[in-house]
């Protein structure tokens, strides 16, 4: 399952991207990883997933929370993981520099940073590197990887986020059944 803000809302072509793999995009533009934590039990919860990918962070900073509080509010997520979906393994997918948001680029690094060393000590935590393929050699974002708002990923940029998400998925998410479970809007309410 990908949860998180519109890179993941935006990915519109995951089912090819992930053939082998039942992905269920509970994607929403504009959230933060405090509403996440708020909307869990209604999108999460019903789908059970057995593999949760977060993308959350990006927003957070771009409001004015601190790397800190992105932290606190991940342990947050983290915590309603655990206590309800104890064996959901969870992928926090590294929050993306971009062009539009340059000058966000030092807190974004230190609030991936705090979530990695925090992800390190737990289990069935990992903390995916999606930043890192997005760089150019002088450390500033591929422009070539966005769109024309130099904020969402464009094909090129989820091609790089599959170099590490591709190997991540095929290790540990569901392989696709043979009768798809369908999660309808009465399981969301």
């Known amino acids: 399952m990908l949860y998180g803000s519109s ?34 039990a209604r999108l999460v919860l019903p789908a059970a997933p057995r593999l949760l990918l977060i993308y959350g962070g990006d927003n957070d900073l771009a409001s004015g929370k601190s790397p800190e509080r992105v932290l606190q509010d991940f342990q947050e997520l983290i915590s309603l993981v655990r206590k309800q979906l104890p064996k ?9 520099p971009s062009p539009s948001r340059l000058a966000l680029l030092p807190a974004q690094n230190e609030a991936n940073r705090l979530v990695r060393r925090y992800a390190r000590g737990l289990r069935r935590v ?17 422009p070539a990887c966005f769109q024309g708002d130099r904020l969402h990923l464009n ?10 998400l591709g190997p991540y998925v095929q290790r540990w998410g569901p392989e696709r059944s043979s009768t798809p479970r369908t999660v309808t809007a009465q399981d969301v309410k």
Do not use: C, Q
């Open 7 to 40: 890179s993941f809302r935006l990915w519109s072509d995951t089912a090819a991207r992930f053939p082998h793999h039942d992905i269920l995009n509970r994607g929403f533009g504009g959230s933060e990883l405090s509403d996440l934590n708020e909307f869990f």
């Open 88 to 96: 959901t393994r969870v992928g926090f997918v590294a929050i993306k």
């Open 126 to 142: 990992d903390f995916l590197d999606v930043a890192s393929p997005l760089l150019r050699e002088d450390g500033t974002p591929d």
């Open 155 to 164: 094909g090129a940029g989820y091609d790089r986020w599959m170099e590490v």
